[in-house]
């Protein structure tokens, strides 16, 4: 079966005013879309067809087409998993441990925050899960990721901010800072839960 678009389960306007509307419909139907076809273009006929996207992330990174629609379809299916309306609170059961074993959820902000306004040009600010449980905070760019070989970290994606300006240039222009802010209040923390307890 070919990669598709995933539904949201929310409305385009729910993440509002963190994330607009307009912005959410573009992103999804345009952004992403186009990934997904690109990618099931890129894999039509090859032994890469048929396999999960975590491993075409794996092992099709050296091939440009599949590491960059691979790699922009993973990355936008874990964005729109871990944002909800209204967000949640704080961080919480294992996941929330370990913050506090990182530093602390200040500590964490501060260092998601650095890795998201620091990434030059287009890429993705990371909280990724370690083999012994411990969180490592990273970025990548374009449409990289931690589970491709030499990005210069590794781990499980967990947590994902999209920071090509077509997440946020319609609503925020050039402030990557306030958009980086207003993530924080749109997070769903028991999805991120689930994704470091799997």
Not at 116 to 141: E, H, M, P, Y
Request: aromatic share 12%; charged share 25%.
């Amino acid at each position: 079966m070919p990669f598709e678009l995933p539904k949201l389960s929310y409305n385009y306007d729910a993440l509002a005013p963190a994330i607009d509307a307009k912005t959410m419909e573009i992103h999804h139907t345009k952004h992403h879309k186009a990934y997904v076809d690109n990618l099931n273009a890129a894999i039509k006929g090859t032994e890469l067809e048929g396999i999960t996207l975590e491993e075409i992330c794996r092992e099709g990174s050296h091939i440009p087409a599949v590491r960059n629609n691979g790699g922009g379809h993973f990355n936008h299916s874990l964005f729109w998993e871990i944002l909800t309306p209204g967000g949640s609170k704080e961080p919480v059961g294992k996941v929330k441990e370990a913050i506090e074993a990182y530093g602390g959820f200040e500590k964490f902000k501060t260092d998601f925050e650095n890795a998201a306004k620091t990434r030059f040009g287009s890429g993705w600010a990371w909280l990724c899960k370690q083999n012994d449980g411990s969180l490592i905070v990273c970025s990548t760019a374009n449409q990289d990721n931690t589970l491709m070989p030499e990005v210069g970290c590794s781990g499980t994606p967990i947590l994902g901010l999209d920071v090509w300006e077509h997440a946020y240039y319609l609503n925020y222009q050039n402030r990557r800072p306030d958009y980086i802010e207003a993530f924080f209040s749109v997070i769903n923390w028991d999805k991120v839960e689930n994704l470091y307890n799997k």
